[in-house]
């Protein structure tokens, strides 16, 4: 079991950056594959951004490239999506997710944060 738990959304006027961050704990909760999902009122939860475990690899949806960035620190086993030059189209609610593979996490996470929610206003 991976527990996880979120932090860092707000309001943001557009133009402006928010720091989201994971917390992760149970067992392999350093080793899973971590990532960021969201979802807008009316619309299905799309995938953000995934970052691997040992050499670490990161993966962009191509609406946030150039704007979010993904990071992890296995020692206090977080993951954090750094987001800048937000825009009125990334309000959702961020949902933090985790699986064994990059597969399985891109397909259906097996564990998931409770959300956070990011409004940004234009």
């Known amino acids: 079991q991976v527990q996880l738990v979120e932090s860092g959304g707000g309001l943001v006027q557009a133009g402006g950056s928010l720091r989201l961050s994971c917390a992760a704990s149970?067992?392999?909760?350093?080793?899973?594959?971590k990532g960021w999902f969201r979802q807008a009122p009316g619309k299905e939860r799309e995938f953000v951004a995934a970052?691997?475990?040992?050499?670490?690899?990161?993966y962009y949806t191509d609406s946030v490239k150039g704007r979010f960035t993904i990071s992890r620190d296995n020692a206090k086993r977080t993951v954090d999506l750094q987001m800048n030059s937000l825009k009125p189209e990334d309000t959702a609610v961020y949902y933090c997710?985790?699986?064994?593979?990059?597969?399985?996490?891109?397909?259906?996470?097996?564990?998931w944060g409770q959300g956070t929610q990011v409004t940004v206003s234009s």
């Open positions: 970052i691997t475990w040992g050499v670490t690899n990161t």
């Open positions: 149970g067992r392999a909760a350093s080793t899973y594959v």
């Open positions: 997710a985790a699986d064994s593979t990059l597969p399985r996490l891109l397909s259906t996470p097996s564990y």
